[in-house]
């Protein structure tokens, strides 16, 4: 019994159906996928958005390749561009001279450069080192130790990020590009003792033993629905509209469907939920963790103009654009947050997915020049939405939106497509949409706080405090974001790992 139709649960069903296991899958919406889906989000505009999840990095090629998955991931040649001022510092990962280039004119000089250089030379090291430990049981931490090394585990694991940035780096900017991955999805203090954005900053340089985030050609829904065929070719039954509606340890599980109530029980309950909502499920207290971002999906008719003249916008906006992210700035958007103001100025990043993958736009909309444009807002914790979730959300849009166009040379709203309906095509989810829409408790994108990869030698992660009944979701303990790591784990904790 596997509750959640979501991308890891299909992992999980694949895997287990593969070996020759009987599976149910339980997914109460209408489709499989769960926030790893595609959609057309504005009526009469032919543009399929990665509406929620958006880019890929954590799905280990190793589970690709079991599961014959034909999905193509596609690699983007700009790894940043960050405005300042009428310049801007562009990584350009095939042109290392004018990467150095770029530093010089922004930093004034190469000593955050070859700080660079160092710091991702070692975070490639742990990446290499991590990633294949993600599909095996658990490492204890004096073997996690021994893998990264004692540089890296002195610097990642044991000291908080922000102070280790703050020490390696000089330049303001060069400083808040490096520490936005400790942050994405996670309200956190990079300084703070309980190094949860260490955890965040982790995940985000190791997947798949390089930490690329590379781009899923057709969209994300690709990736779940070859996922979803992957699951069901290898036997197993999928019923979407079947929402579970109470689980018992001893694998029993009540699920609702058009045709009422049913009750039925496994050997083993997989649950591809949050773990507020499994303790929910199991009428036990749940704990509800707290999620921090602003989505926003965009299709533009074209793209905005830059402050710099030197740099073409399809390379600004191919990779990841940083906007007011310097590390004083995202340190102010936080403490505005903690406040329960929203930021003044809020941190963001933006990037195109048609500039890489053009397959999810329409002929008309290609020939037309347009282009798709996810924005991820940072420091948007959900208690900013509580109160008023119509009127926060809209406050912390046009807050961003003017965030935005203060790096812009233009407004942004002046390159918004509009939908045949004259609408701008343009929509913000907060973490209370996400509660509200998805059934994410709080919002949180990551289902709780991120935890260390290693842990009681011989687990999978995946375990709970009930014998038959396991995490395949990102809130196991090794996984976040788009990896179906959680997923493979389940399955082998099953199979008795093999």
């Given at each position: 019994m596997?509750?959640g139709g979501g991308?890891n649960g299909?992992?999980?069903a694949a895997?287990l159906a593969?070996a020759?296991?009987r599976?149910l899958?339980?997914?109460r919406?209408?489709h499989?996928?769960g926030l790893?889906?595609?959609?057309?989000?504005?009526p009469?505009?032919?543009?399929r958005l990665?509406?929620?999840?958006y880019?890929v990095?954590l799905?280990?090629?190793?589970?690709v390749k079991?599961l014959g998955?034909?999905?193509?991931?596609?690699r983007r040649?700009?790894?940043?561009?960050t405005p300042?001022?009428?310049?801007?510092?562009?990584?350009?990962?095939?042109?290392?001279?004018?990467?150095a280039a770029?530093?010089?004119r922004?930093?004034?000089?190469t000593a955050d450069l070859?700080a660079w250089r160092?710091?991702?030379?070692?975070t490639?090291?742990?990446a290499?080192?991590?990633a294949p430990?993600?599909?095996e049981?658990?490492?204890?931490?004096?073997?996690m130790r021994g893998?990264v090394g004692?540089e890296?585990?002195?610097e990642l694991?044991?000291?908080p990020?922000?102070?280790?940035v703050?020490?390696?780096?000089?330049?303001d900017t060069v400083?808040g590009?490096?520490l936005?991955d400790?942050l994405i999805?996670?309200f956190a203090?990079?300084?703070g003792?309980d190094?949860l954005?260490?955890?965040c900053?982790?995940?985000?340089?190791?997947?798949?033993?390089t930490g690329?985030?590379?781009v899923?050609?057709?969209?994300?829904?690709?990736?779940s629905g070859a996922l979803a065929?992957?699951a069901?070719?290898?036997?197993?039954?999928?019923?979407?509209g079947a929402?579970?509606?109470a689980?018992?340890?001893?694998?029993?599980?009540?699920?609702?469907?058009?045709?009422g109530?049913?009750?039925v029980t496994?050997?083993?309950?997989l649950a591809?939920?949050?773990p507020?909502?499994?303790?929910?499920?199991?009428?036990?207290?749940?704990t509800?963790?707290?999620?921090?971002q602003?989505?926003?999906?965009?299709?533009?008719?074209?793209?905005p103009?830059l402050?710099?003249?030197?740099v073409?916008?399809?390379?600004?906006f191919?990779g990841t654009?940083h906007?007011?992210?310097g590390?004083?700035?995202l340190?102010?958007?936080?403490?505005?947050?903690?406040r329960?103001?929203?930021?003044?100025?809020?941190?963001?990043?933006v990037?195109?997915?048609?500039l890489?993958?053009?397959?999810i736009?329409?002929?008309?909309?290609?020939?037309?020049?347009?282009q798709?444009?996810?924005?991820?807002?940072?420091?948007?914790p959900?208690?900013?939405f509580?109160?008023?979730?119509?009127?926060?959300r809209?406050?912390a849009l046009r807050?961003?939106l003017?965030s935005?166009?203060?790096?812009?040379?233009?407004?942004?709203?002046d390159c918004?497509?509009?939908?045949?309906?004259?609408?701008?095509c343009?929509e913000?989810?907060?973490?209370?949409?996400?509660?509200?829409e998805a059934?994410?408790?709080g919002?949180h994108?990551?289902h709780r706080?991120?935890s260390w990869p290693?842990?009681e030698?011989?687990a999978?992660?995946?375990?709970t405090?009930?014998e038959r009944i396991?995490?395949?979701?990102?809130?196991?303990r090794?996984?976040?974001g788009v990896s179906?790591i959680?997923?493979?784990n389940?399955?082998?904790a099953?199979?008795g790992g093999?």
């Amino acid at each position: 019994m596997i509750i959640g139709g979501g991308h890891n649960g299909l992992v999980a069903a694949a895997y287990l159906a593969r070996a020759g296991r009987r599976v149910l899958v339980l997914e109460r919406l209408d489709h499989t996928g769960g926030l790893a889906v595609s959609a057309r989000a504005f009526p009469g505009v032919d543009a399929r958005l990665s509406r929620y999840s958006y880019l890929v990095s954590l799905l280990p090629s190793k589970i690709v390749k079991d599961l014959g998955l034909g999905v193509e991931l596609r690699r983007r040649r700009y790894a940043s561009y960050t405005p300042v001022g009428g310049t801007g510092l562009l990584v350009d990962n095939d042109d290392a001279a004018r990467t150095a280039a770029s530093f010089a004119r922004v930093t004034g000089g190469t000593a955050d450069l070859d700080a660079w250089r160092r710091f991702y030379a070692m975070t490639a090291r742990v990446a290499a080192a991590v990633a294949p430990t993600l599909l095996e049981p658990l490492a204890d931490r004096t073997a996690m130790r021994g893998l990264v090394g004692r540089e890296a585990w002195r610097e990642l694991f044991e000291r908080p990020i922000g102070e280790v940035v703050d020490e390696r780096f000089a330049d303001d900017t060069v400083r808040g590009v490096v520490l936005t991955d400790a942050l994405i999805g996670t309200f956190a203090d990079p300084c703070g003792d309980d190094l949860l954005a260490n955890r965040c900053f982790l995940y985000h340089v190791i997947g798949d033993g390089t930490g690329d985030w590379n781009v899923p050609v057709g969209g994300m829904g690709a990736v779940s629905g070859a996922l979803a065929d992957a699951a069901r070719a290898a036997g197993a039954e999928i019923a979407t509209g079947a929402e579970a509606v109470a689980v018992d340890p001893s694998g029993e599980v009540v699920f609702r469907d058009a045709a009422g109530e049913h009750a039925v029980t496994g050997e083993r309950v997989l649950a591809n939920v949050p773990p507020a909502v499994l303790a929910r499920l199991l009428g036990a207290e749940e704990t509800v963790p707290e999620g921090a971002q602003l989505k926003v999906n965009m299709v533009l008719s074209r793209l905005p103009r830059l402050k710099d003249p030197d740099v073409d916008p399809a390379a600004a906006f191919s990779g990841t654009f940083h906007i007011n992210e310097g590390r004083d700035q995202l340190a102010r958007a936080h403490a505005e947050a903690a406040r329960g103001e929203i930021p003044a100025l809020p941190p963001a990043e933006v990037y195109c997915h048609s500039l890489t993958d053009p397959s999810i736009l329409g002929p008309d909309l290609r020939a037309a020049g347009a282009q798709t444009m996810t924005l991820f807002g940072l420091h948007m914790p959900a208690r900013l939405f509580r109160e008023d979730p119509a009127a926060s959300r809209e406050r912390a849009l046009r807050a961003t939106l003017a965030s935005m166009e203060a790096v812009l040379a233009e407004p942004i709203e002046d390159c918004l497509l509009r939908a045949p309906d004259g609408s701008l095509c343009l929509e913000a989810k907060t973490p209370v949409d996400l509660e509200d829409e998805a059934g994410l408790p709080g919002g949180h994108i990551f289902h709780r706080d991120l935890s260390w990869p290693f842990g009681e030698p011989g687990a999978w992660g995946v375990e709970t405090g009930h014998e038959r009944i396991l995490l395949c979701g990102a809130g196991a303990r090794r996984g976040g974001g788009v990896s179906g790591i959680p997923g493979h784990n389940a399955a082998m904790a099953v199979l008795g790992g093999a």
